[in-house]
């Protein structure tokens, strides 16, 4: 039921609680306005507070890699289910969670009396399960690396966001965590992965979409990992 709450902790991000892609996923365009801090905008908003109870949110997952015989295999594709329903706290939600379906299906939730968001958690425990055993690295090293892109290397920028039909104001929020980092070479070709957050306040549960991505340098694929709102669930 803490899975969030822990999960949130270890990344060092926040010191409470708080994808086939969908054809018509949300589509950014940049605008102007001030930028808010990376971390409270993922972390300390309550992001909760704007999904109807006994609602459903879907997020469509994608994951693929070119690297030839990594952890990874052939082509993921599946889907994030969250049952919401109302909770003690006006703001903050009951969330039952299925996360993937069949072979794929990974224990998630449930979670009780959230304001924030349990997917940015979700994604990001799942893929650095999946980057620490590529990289044979130490997964706390990797979380504190994020942590720190997300507070001192994030660029926060305005957008637009399509959404049933009408543009609407978000933030996309980009960090790449490795790039410089003093473990490079042992990054396999992914020290420039890139982390890019999309959220909206008029979408329910806010985010948008979530990105992990990285390439060679001549354009090839080594990782793409993508969650994004779908629109015609409900």
Do not use: C
């Not at 709450?5 to 609680?17: E, K, N, Q, S, W």
């Not at 993921?76 to 049952?83: E, S």
């Not at 903050?92 to 072979?103: E, K, L, Q, Y």
């Not at 960090?175 to 070479?185: H, I, L, R, V, Y």
Request: proline share 9%.
């Amino acid at each position: 039921m803490k899975f969030l709450v822990t999960t949130a902790l270890a990344l060092g991000l926040v010191a409470v609680p708080v994808l086939g892609m969908a054809q018509d996923a949300p589509a950014p365009t940049k605008v102007n306005a001030a930028a808010p801090n990376a971390s409270d905008l993922l972390f300390e908003a309550p992001q909760m507070k704007n999904v109807t109870p006994g609602s459903t949110i879907t997020y469509d997952y994608l994951r693929r890699s070119g690297i030839a015989k990594g952890p990874y295999g052939p082509p993921m594709t599946d889907t994030i289910v969250f049952t919401v329903d109302a909770a003690k706290v006006p703001d903050a939600r009951n969330i039952r969670v299925t996360m993937f379906s069949g072979f794929n299906r990974v224990p998630a939730g449930p979670f009780e009396d959230m304001p924030g968001n349990p997917v940015i958690s979700l994604f990001l425990e799942n893929h650095l399960r999946g980057l620490a055993k590529l990289l044979e690295a130490n997964p706390r090293y990797l979380k504190n690396a994020i942590r720190k892109g997300l507070r001192d290397k994030a660029v926060v920028t305005p957008i637009k966001v399509t959404f049933q039909g009408r543009e609407v104001d978000g933030w996309r929020v980009e960090t790449k965590p490795f790039e410089g980092d003093a473990m490079t070479e042992r990054m396999r070709g992914m020290a420039n992965m890139t982390y890019t957050f999309v959220t909206a306040p008029d979408v329910p549960g806010e985010i948008v979409s979530i990105e992990a991505q990285s390439k060679t340098p001549d354009g090839g694929e080594l990782l793409e990992e993508k969650l994004s709102y779908e629109q015609k669930a409900g």
